[in-house]
């Protein structure tokens, strides 16, 4: 695949044109990818939504089960994928982003033998995992993604990233926790970026160490960044190895076999 004119051209693209957009990217402002998952029970489901004028939302692209893709808007110009959304101090993410929707039902509903969406279409428990979403705490069953769509997406991103110089790539739910839940724990986020972005990964902030040991002999691991907030896990023992994935004021969001937010000053550097 390459990028040329802003389209996305290969053999397994095409191009459906969406109304639903705004004008150009102002100079300098597009430097993230936010991935999504479509909640919809096909590609063709997802084009019809996200090309209604009634509607009011589109994406870049739609990645199919198979890793075909489909695109909606040219990479330049601002698609209504993030709606009301912000993140470490930015708002708006529709006017710094490609959006890209991936065909996947999202959560799922135990019904006997199968899972079913909130469209109706069940689903066998061969495409199902369960998983805990980082921002709640409870498991939830989820639709897989196919090894097909994540590969495509990997080498779109990286198209993307070095034609439009990107710096960031998130989730929805990181953007508008508590409104959105996509792409989901069946999405490797932070595996994914983490390969892509390398140096580049989040705030680029180099001088906080990647790797902390718990210091206290218990420290609370909490959903949100607030003493009030509900707890991930079980508290973390003293020496325990974290991964700190971002900081917000005094508190660290930190990733060991589980994510949740804990206080800054009881982890000491790995």
């Known amino acids: 695949m390459e990028i040329k004119d802003h389209l996305l051209k290969g053999p397994n693209v095409k191009l459906v044109k969406s109304p639903n957009h705004s004008g150009v990217f102002k100079a300098g402002d597009l430097d993230t990818i936010i991935m999504h998952y479509t909640a919809a029970p096909s590609v063709k489901s997802a084009i019809n939504t996200l090309t209604n004028p009634k509607v009011k939302a589109s994406a870049h692209l739609i990645i199919g089960r198979d890793g ?5 808007i040219p990479f330049n110009v601002i698609s209504w994928h993030a709606g009301q959304s912000s993140y470490k101090g930015r708002v708006g993410y ?3 982003s490609i959006g890209i929707e991936i065909d996947n039902a999202g959560p799922l509903t135990p019904s006997g033998d199968v899972f079913r969406a909130w469209f109706g279409q069940t689903y066998d428990k061969n495409e199902v995992i369960q998983a805990r979403h980082r921002n709640e705490t409870e498991l939830k069953y989820w639709h897989t993604y ?6 495509v997406v990997r080498e779109i991103c990286d198209l ?21 839940f996509d792409p989901g724990p069946a999405f490797p986020l932070d595996r994914f970026r983490d390969g892509l972005l390398k140096s580049n990964r989040d705030d680029d902030d180099d001088d906080t160490p990647l790797e902390k ?3 206290a002999s218990k420290l609370n691991i909490r959903v949100s960044p607030d003493s009030n907030a509900a707890m991930a896990a079980v508290p973390l023992l003293q020496g325990h190895k974290v991964t700190v994935l971002e900081q917000n004021g005094e508190w660290v969001k930190v990733k060991t076999e589980i994510e949740g937010w804990v206080s800054a000053k009881f982890l000491s550097n790995g």
């Open 68 to 72: 075909s893709v489909i695109q909606l």
């Open 94 to 96: 529709n006017n710094y």
């Open 146 to 151: 196919t090894a097909e769509q994540i590969e």
């Open 160 to 180: 993307l990233i070095d034609e439009y110089n990107l710096k960031f790539i998130l989730g929805h739910e990181e953007i508008s926790p508590g409104r959105k």
């Open 213 to 215: 040991r718990v210091s």
